[in-house]
């Protein structure tokens, strides 16, 4: 399970998870064949504890294909859409310290929006990434705050969409990382490195 970040409409692209799809043994980026996204259903959710991240459990419904992944990079996965997506129409932003929400689903096929806090940004080499604390109480009460399958989670902050949710510390559930939507935007050929 991964979360869908955005879906061009103008374009037919969309990206998710904001990290590559990675072996589990080796933690290295799998080389892509072929992939596609299909919609899925939250049954349950492993909650997460400090050691020990949680997951979130769901039922793919693999006779309905909404897209072809074309790329695996360290941004997240990218492809072409077969179909409109679902959602709403957001203008993008910079990602900046300060509070903010994320969007995910963590039951059925409802999303929802949840409060988090912007602790830090980091500019480095490979991009503007962000660390960041769960403060939504009922999120915290049923995942423990961030878990497995809710990387990808869109970051909305002042009404825009700034960046995706990438990792959880093990150590502390209730944080994580993310990377800034600018980033996606050029991994996925939208947006130039000089804009």
């Given at each position: ?54 997951e979130l459990n ?119 990382y993310a990377v ?16």
């Open positions: 399970v991964g979360t869908l970040t955005f879906a061009d409409e103008e374009r037919g692209t969309f990206a998710g998870l904001g990290h590559p799809i990675s072996d589990s043994d080796t933690g290295e980026s799998i080389a892509l064949r072929s992939g596609e996204i299909v919609p899925c259903e939250i049954t349950g959710c492993s909650k997460g504890t400090a050691g020990s991240p949680g769901g039922c793919a419904d693999l006779g309905k294909v909404l897209g072809s992944i074309e790329m695996n990079t360290a941004q997240g996965i990218f492809g072409q859409a077969y179909v409109s997506m679902d959602g709403r129409m957001m203008e993008t932003g910079s990602i900046a310290v300060g509070t903010a929400s994320i969007v995910s689903t963590i039951n059925g096929r409802d999303s929802r929006e949840y409060a988090i806090e912007i602790n830090r940004i980091y500019r480095e080499a490979d991009g503007t990434h962000a660390m960041l604390s769960v403060t939504d109480p009922e999120l915290i009460q049923k995942t423990g705050g961030i878990v497995q399958g809710m990387s990808g989670s869109p970051i909305i902050q002042n009404g825009k969409l700034v960046g995706a949710v990438t990792h959880v510390f093990v150590s502390d559930p209730t944080k994580g800034s939507i600018q980033d996606m935007l050029r991994a996925a050929g939208i947006m130039s490195k000089a804009a």
